[in-house]
Structures are given as C-alpha cells and as structure tokens.
C-alpha cells in the first residue's frame, strides 16, 4: 500500500507540474509580465504556501520556533538539492536580470535573516520590515518587467500556443497545478516515510535520518518538479525563479509574517551552524550563477554534493560524532 500511495503522489507531482508550468507561462503571456518574474512571483508564492501555512499554525500553536528550520532546510534543500538536481537533467542558461537583480536580493534576503538573528529573535518590527520589503519588491519588479514588455520577445511559438488563452484559463491551470503539488507531496511524503520506516524498523536514529531525506526531499518535492517541468518545456526562466523567489518568499514573508504574529526565538544551533551553512549554500549559488554561460551538469553536482555533506552532518552530530 505504501508502495501505491508513493507511485500515486509522484503521479500527482507529474500532473500538478505540468498544469502548474502551462498556467504559469499563459498568465505571463496574458499580463505581458516575463516569465522570470512569474516564477519570482506567482510560482514561488504556490510552491512556498505549505511552508508558510505550517509556521503560521505553529506560531499560533505557541511554537514560532519551527519556522526557523523549516525556511533554513527549505533554503539550503531549494538550492543545493532542487537547483542540483533539475540542471543535471537539463542545464539552464541565467538571465541577465538574475544575475543583476534576483541573486543579489536573495543574497541581501539571507544575510538580513542572519543579522536579525543575531540577538536570538525575529521581533515583531523586524518581520514588518522583511514584509515590507517583500511587497516593495515584488511591486518594483512587476512594474519594471511590464515597462520593458519583456513578453512581447518570446518566440512566434509561444505566442500561437497562449495568445487566445483566456486568462481565466491561465488562473485555473495555475491553481490545479497548485493543489496537485500540494496534495502529491503530501501522499508521497506518507508513502516514502512508511517504506523507511520498514527499512530502518533497527535503527535507532531513523527518525532523524527519514526526517533529513524522505521529509527534507518530499517538502522540496513542489519545487523540484515545478523546476523541472519548466526546464524540460524550455522555460528555464520560471525554474531558476522559482527557486529564488521560494527563497526570498520564505525569510521575507514565512519568517516576516510568523513573526508579526509571535516573536520567534533563535536556537544557538540555528545561529551557529544551519545559518551559516544556508549563507555558504547562497554563496556559492554565485559562483555558479556568475561562472560561464550556464548552469550546467557539473555545476549541478557540485550543489548536489553540498547537499549530501549538509544531511551527513546533520546525521553525525544526531549521534553525537561531531
């Protein structure tokens, strides 16, 4: 049975990804909006809304805390594992305006986070100043990318595929694809933990193991495929802004909002080790942005690897080898 339910949410993943991308990519059409700042925006908002929902309920809870690992791992997983693992299928060319604009803001975004933290907590100000800089930013960019009508560039291809798509269409392929991410990761979360559970039933660490790869993997799951589906129909700008957008979205409006509605405390692990880490996985997404053309196959290993030496870490200090 658990077998089925993962096939059955990989399946969904698939669908969801493929609806998610056709919206995406017939909204920025209709809007003249480039594809780029789609995926900044309305693509990073859906596949970033589960992790905001759980740090919201948990402040709510009385645990503001969990927010604080849940962005740090969804950071650290959307750069190194997602981004490592869609260029090794299909690398991607990096617009001019990621590398002038998007990187340096997620940079700004991850070392503000770390400043904040500092003192061990997010006040409430403090979110309303991250949030504030979300909607400033996000303004901004939908301005300036309907100013340079960037969409009015896209080949004749494209323009025959979506030109006659009413807009409601657009919305409704984008909200399909929204609830098959969500629901698929979900069902293949529940599948892939009951099968590690069998594998590991002798291991005295295989709560935290199935937590730092089958959960870490299935949360980063909607990102993953959105990425992946976008780079395999040649919309490469809405993959690699999806993972940045996730990521700004994630300080800016998960750690912003969760704060504004609870102060959230800051662990000395947090500040002393994950934090770090996620400021040395930003760094050197620049020099995989900025060295070469593309973000090819080897590029893809490097953070594939950086990946693996974060979990192994993890792991190692669980069983108190480190």
Do not use: H, Q
């Given at each position: 049975m658990a077998y089925l339910i993962l096939l059955l949410?990989?399946?969904?993943?698939?669908?969801?990804?493929?609806?998610?991308?056709?919206?995406?990519?017939?909204?920025?059409?209709?809007?003249?909006?480039?594809?780029?700042?789609?995926?900044?925006?309305?693509?990073?908002?859906?596949?970033?809304?589960?992790?905001?929902?759980?740090?919201?309920?948990?402040?709510?809870?009385?645990?503001?805390?969990?927010?604080?690992?849940?962005?740090?791992?969804?950071?650290?997983?959307n750069i190194a594992l997602v981004l490592g693992i869609t260029v090794l299928i299909?690398?991607?060319?990096?617009?001019?305006?990621?590398?002038?604009?998007?990187?340096?803001?997620?940079?700004?975004?991850?070392?503000?986070?770390?400043?904040?933290?500092?003192?061990?907590?997010?006040?409430?100000?403090?979110?309303?100043?991250m949030f504030g800089l979300l909607i400033f930013f996000i303004t901004w960019m939908i301005?300036?990318?309907?100013?340079?009508?960037?969409?009015?560039?896209?080949?004749?291809?494209?323009?025959?595929?979506?030109?006659?798509?009413?807009?409601?269409?657009?919305?409704?392929?984008?909200?399909?694809?929204?609830?098959?991410?969500?629901?698929?990761?979900?069902?293949?979360?529940?599948?892939?933990?009951?099968?590690?559970?069998?594998?590991?039933?002798?291991?005295?660490?295989?709560?935290?193991?199935?937590?730092?790869?089958?959960?870490?993997?299935?949360?980063?799951?909607p990102e993953l495929v959105a990425s992946i589906m976008a780079a395999l129909k040649k919309e490469t700008d809405i993959s690699i802004g999806n993972l940045i957008g996730s990521n700004i979205f994630n300080i800016f409006a998960v750690i912003g909002l969760t704060s504004i509605v609870k102060p959230i405390e800051v662990s000395d692990s947090a500040i002393h080790f994950d934090m770090l880490y996620m400021i040395g996985v930003a760094i050197l997404l620049l020099f995989v942005i900025y060295i070469g053309k593309q973000i090819g196959r080897l590029k893809g290993v490097i953070l594939f690897a950086s990946y693996i030496a974060y979990i192994t870490i993890i792991v190692l200090k669980t069983q108190g080898k480190l």
């Open positions: 949410g990989l399946g969904v993943l698939i669908i969801g990804g493929e609806f998610l991308v056709r919206g995406a990519v017939g909204f920025s059409k209709k809007l003249k909006i480039s594809s780029l700042v789609i995926g900044m925006t309305v693509v990073a908002f859906g596949t970033s809304a589960p992790e905001l929902l759980v740090s919201l309920k948990s402040a709510l809870a009385g645990n503001p805390g969990i927010a604080v690992g849940n962005v740090i791992g969804s950071n650290i997983a299909f690398p991607i060319v990096v617009d001019k305006n990621t590398k002038k604009i998007d990187y340096p803001m997620l940079l700004f975004a991850t070392l503000l986070m770390s400043i904040f933290a500092l003192d061990g907590v997010f006040s409430m100000i403090e979110g309303l100043f301005g300036k990318s309907r100013e340079e009508n960037k969409a009015a560039e896209v080949d004749k291809i494209g323009e025959e595929e979506f030109k006659d798509e009413p807009i409601w269409k657009s919305s409704m392929f984008l909200a399909l694809g929204f609830v098959g991410l969500f629901l698929g990761s979900e069902w293949f979360v529940k599948g892939a933990v009951e099968i590690a559970n069998e594998l590991l039933a002798t291991n005295p660490n295989k709560d935290v193991i199935i937590g730092v790869t089958v959960v870490a993997f299935g949360t980063s799951a």
